[in-house]
């Protein structure tokens, strides 16, 4: 629980930590990226401007590609850059570089290409409502009963809807390549969450051209939040490209508006859900679930996003009768890709505004409905994974009380009738599997490395990446706390792939859950393996043992077995569970939601690094208020943004007060904490509103030009 | 491109002798630079005026307030002879911008460049303020009120520039102010509706009622039709139906990507009947 300094606190702050765009190399040049602005056609002439000297520029397509053009993901059907169709706007055509950044940017915004246009599906609704547009595999839960519903059996049917969401990372996308001939390696610095994402992508696409791709972060990593998962692949495919080409080094950093039209976004969904409510019990008895996504053009890592969104569809309540389809819907619109959460906050969008539309029609108070169905010990996922402890029930217990949410819905109750302004209050639960879905911590098989130097500083190799939440920190943490140890000889060193074993990608909520633990164990199979009380004094009276290097690979726990053809078995082996309360107070005048205040108690088990812990937590609530609140990205009829002018990030302003407590925290595990705190505290705005005027919005975000338009529809009837 | 950095008052007025329509000129750079870089603005003459003393700075002129165009906004809420005059118009311009461009942004730029969305404007129309437009040879004084003409267009002649801004100095005096601005934040946002309203009550009448609107035009407004109609009226005697069909009259929102014109519409209903009862 110790809170130390994340080691790039203070040089963050004096300014000297290195950024991808701060780093540089003798005769690099500059390369941006050349996209479609059609949503798909076929490419008829591309016309380079005149008045340049065309010698002066590199200029890769997909006819110069050594390799494959196809970039590696869990589908491999997207390709770095079109060849003679584009399938959406944004998608890469060339890779263009010159020595100087300004000119090259000029250069390229006065390329005009010609296209033959082709039908194209750029509305969200138009993709996600007409079943032809569905690409790759259905999953399906079945654990349906076969029991037909009783006639007094209460149904309720309703659809969901949940837009894009912008990662927002401070530090745009950036690469830089360096070709070294003699040895045959690409080098590439990158700012992304997984390394050796990055060198399959490079590898890829050179081919047999280059004999290794090295990779090695920037010592700083601006924020990623999952939008440097996989789009980094492309992109240092690309950049290595041009510097093969060119022979010399190439920097690619994305321009803001372009990072923001092209790059992966959150899937927007669809989903619908059907109950029936015994209304003697009060117990949901039966549900059937149609969880769509919005993939974009290709379906990339779409399938995984649509996995953890069908095996979280339930939210947390045990349901006996249960059918969960999933799919994936094809549009003219960049990929969507990973986003914190990772289809989690679009299931419990749904299914948390669900079950409060059952308690408003059964006339049943919002907390006691959920408390009535909530997991318990004894019951089971739809997949038949069991439910071992009753954490998330009480976390729910333990907001309902410190937020006194009794209480307050009588008092605003009294308040709301003497005041046209209106104050709510809401409740959502949710829950985040940690690590890779259901055998994929297996297929991993992630390894650390640890070397011991002569003075007993411990240099600890891991691919994991410090993208600002403070992993470096925390790793590290876990290792020297484990053998006391002290911290300033402990410390993680900068991913490279030729120095780091692959440890797996920064994701899934997995880094301190599965590699954290994993060192932590290390620490203590090493202190075992010698025998030392006191590394420090080991090392000094052992000199010629060092420097040593040490490997441990993870094991997955045998309990974890999973049929991904059926959907059946146990998922993930840990859950970190939360539950939130939110109140609002509504402007009657500008059809404004206010945020006033936030509680939120969250079980992710051993708390390591609590002031990281806590500064986790309330940004990924801020991002998941805001989410159900007030960013979109797209709006029918107008497009797509193009900035922060118009997307509606929250600033600071913006903020509620926000009550973070973790509970449970005498585990001797350290579970997931970086998707959960984005995953459930949407739904609390819109039942808060609810709360407030009566009101249900089944689309997010909350914006006042829909609860006008919802307001005025209800006086209209 | 060509940037120039007049030495003086004298230097500017020789480098804008001859009339050019591709003239800027560069103070705090808030919305210039932006346009620079989207290309918006391109082989222009750049003069930059922000160190000119004759431009800069807040004075009591007799009965006004006279404020240096180029001035910037934490200047304006950081004076004093402003808090003392003019809190009404100190306060609101809290929600401009942000703070940090607020230390950037100048009184003048925010006129001149003559967005819809201008944060000071509407403020300013209900504080009958005035500019001082100033040539090599000649300084006239207009009425903010009649400056704009157009989506982005103005009175000015490319060899003109604004000098001051000139606010009477009892321009709040003795009158109930209101001032919101809604937007999709609560700061680093681009207005979806603003109204500025000054009022006076004598005998539960309205002796004086000024209103002014933003983001709801091709430029930020006075709603005449309103203030004459509710003018010698007491809140009784309005009736609400009249003011939403001469708000009609007087606004033309639209729907964009930011929002829609219906709710644009009704918040300004909303507004101006908040403003009416409070």
């Not at chain 1, 990339?300 to 069908?310: E, I, K, N, Q």
């Not at chain 1, 969008?349 to 010990?377: G, L, T």
């Amino acid at each position: 629980m110790k809170s130390i300094r994340k080691i790039d606190a203070i040089p963050k702050l004096n300014g000297s930590w290195k950024f991808l765009d701060d780093y540089s190399y003798e005769e690099m040049i500059h390369g941006q990226l050349l996209y479609s602005t059609c949503h798909h056609g076929t490419i008829k002439k591309i016309h380079f401007p005149d008045g340049y000297n065309l010698s002066e520029f590199t200029v890769v397509s997909a006819a110069n590609i050594p390799g494959e053009n196809i970039v590696p993901e869990p589908v491999c059907d997207q390709p770095y850059m079109a060849d003679k169709e584009v399938f959406h706007f944004g998608q890469v055509i060339m890779g263009i570089a010159h020595p100087n950044r300004k000119l090259l940017r000029e250069f390229i915004r006065k390329i005009k290409i010609e296209y033959e246009e082709l039908p194209a599906i750029i509305d969200i609704k138009e993709c996600l409502e007409n079943e032809d547009n569905v690409f790759g595999k259905e999953l399906i839960i079945d654990h349906r009963t076969g029991r037909k519903p009783d006639p007094n059996w209460i149904h309720h049917h309703k659809i969901y809807y949940t837009p894009h969401q912008e990662q927002a990372y401070l530090e745009p996308q950036g690469m830089i390549a360096v070709w070294q001939p003699k040895e045959k390696i690409m080098f590439v610095r990158a700012t992304c969450q997984c390394p050796f994402f990055v060198k399959e992508g490079v590898e890829t696409i050179m081919g047999s051209a280059i004999k290794e791709a090295v990779i090695e972060t920037s010592e700083g990593i601006g924020g990623a939040f999952g939008g440097k998962e996989d789009f980094p692949s492309l992109l240092a495919g690309i950049t290595s490209l041009l510097s093969y080409k060119s022979g010399k080094p190439v920097k690619i950093v994305l321009e803001r508006e372009d990072d923001i039209q092209i790059t992966t976004k959150r899937h927007p969904a669809r989903i619908e859900i059907e109950t029936w409510t015994d209304p003697e019990t009060r117990k949901i008895m039966k549900i059937y679930i149609d969880y769509r996504l919005d993939a974009g053009a290709y379906q990339t890592l779409s399938p995984v996003v649509l996995a953890r969104g069908v095996l979280h569809a339930i939210s947390g309540y045990s349901i006996p009768d249960a059918y969960i389809r999933g799919r994936l819907f094809r549009s003219n619109t960049p990929s969507n890709g990973a986003f914190r959460g990772f289809g989690a906050p679009q299931a419990f969008a749904a299914m948390e505004a669900h079950v409060e539309s059952i308690a408003a029609d059964m006339n049943i108070n919002p907390y006691k409905f959920r408390r009535k169905n909530i997991f318990r010990i004894g019951n089971e996922f739809p997949t038949t994974q069991p439910i071992l402890e009753n954490n998330l029930s009480d976390c729910l217990e333990r907001v309902i009380e410190k937020s006194n949410y009794l209480q307050k819905l009588e008092e605003f109750k009294e308040w709301n009738k003497t005041h046209k302004d209106k104050k709510g209050i809401g409740i959502s639960i949710g829950y985040h599997g940690g690590g890779y879905t259901g055998n994929g911590e297996k297929v991993l098989n992630s390894e650390v490395k640890v070397v011991i130097e002569k003075d007993a500083t411990v240099k600890i190799y891991v691919a994991n990446t410090d993208m600002g939440q403070g992993a470096h920190t925390t790793l590290a943490q876990m290792f020297f706390e484990a053998i006391d140890h002290p911290r300033e000889k402990c410390l993680v060193q900068l991913p490279n792939t030729s120095k780091t074993p692959n440890s797996g990608p920064t994701v899934a909520s997995r880094t301190i859950y599965i590699i954290g633990n994993l060192l932590r164990r290390f620490a203590l199979k090493i202190k075992d393996e010698l025998g030392f009380e006191n590394l420090d004094d080991y090392v000094s009276s052992n000199q010629n043992e060092f420097p040593r290097e040490f490997r441990m690979k993870f094991v997955q726990d045998p309990s974890v077995v999973f049929d991904e053809e059926n959907y059946v078995g146990v998922a993930y082996k840990d859950y970190s569970w939360a539950a939130c309360v939110t109140e609002i107070y509504f402007h009657a005048d500008t059809y404004q939601i206010e945020l006033t205040k936030s509680w939120n108690v969250i079980d992710i088990g051993k708390v390591v690094n609590q002031k990281i812990a806590v500064g986790q937590a309330e940004g990924g609530i801020l991002q998941g208020l805001a989410y159900g609140l007030c960013e979109f990205f797209y709006k029918a009829g107008y497009g797509r943004m193009h900035g922060f002018s118009d997307y509606a990030l929250p600033t600071t302003m913006d903020l509620p007060e926000i009550d973070v407590e973790f509970i449970h925290t005498d585990s001797p595990i350290a579970k997931g904490l970086g998707e959960i705190p984005m995953d459930f505290p949407a739904p609390s705005v819109r039942n808060a509103f609810h709360n407030a005027t009566g009101i249900f919005i089944d689309e997010y975000p909350l914006v006042p030009e829909r609860i006008f338009k919802s307001l005025t529809a209800d006086e209209r009837r | 491109m060509k940037f120039i950095r007049p030495n003086d008052m004298e230097g500017l007025f020789q480098n804008m002798e001859e009339n050019n329509d591709r003239r800027y000129f560069l103070a705090g750079g808030t919305d210039i630079n932006v346009q620079i870089k989207n290309g918006v603005i391109k082989n222009a003459e750049i003069i930059y005026i922000k160190h000119l003393k004759e431009l800069n700075g807040i004075q009591i002129v007799k009965d006004d307030i006279v404020i240096g165009a180029v001035t910037n906004i934490t200047e304006i809420l950081n004076s004093k002879i402003i808090k003392e005059n003019l809190p009404f118009f100190q306060r609101s311009l809290e929600s401009f911008a942000s703070p940090l461009l607020q230390t950037s942004a100048t009184i003048g730029g925010n006129i001149a460049n003559g967005s819809p969305t201008a944060d000071v404007v509407p403020l300013l129309l209900v504080l009958d303020a005035k500019l001082e437009i100033v040539s090599k040879t000649q300084t006239r004084i207009i009425e903010l009120n009649n400056f704009f003409t157009g989506y982005k267009t103005n009175i000015m002649k490319t060899n003109e520039l604004i000098r001051s801004i000139i606010i009477p100095r009892k321009a709040e005096n003795g009158f109930d102010t209101y001032f919101e601005k809604v937007g999709s934040r609560k700061s680093l946002m681009i207005s979806k509706v603003t109204l500025a309203g000054l009022k006076n009550i004598s005998h539960s009448k309205f002796t004086t009622v000024k209103l002014a609107v933003g983001s709801l035009n091709e430029y930020p407004r006075r709603l005449y039709k309103i203030e004459e109609y509710l003018t010698d009226k007491s809140l009784i005697e309005i009736n609400f139906l009249k003011v939403e069909e001469l708000l009609n009259e007087e606004i033309t929102p639209i729907t964009d990507l930011r929002s829609d014109k219906e709710y644009r519409y009704h918040v300004c209903v909303n507004l101006i009947r908040t403003f009416l009862n409070e």
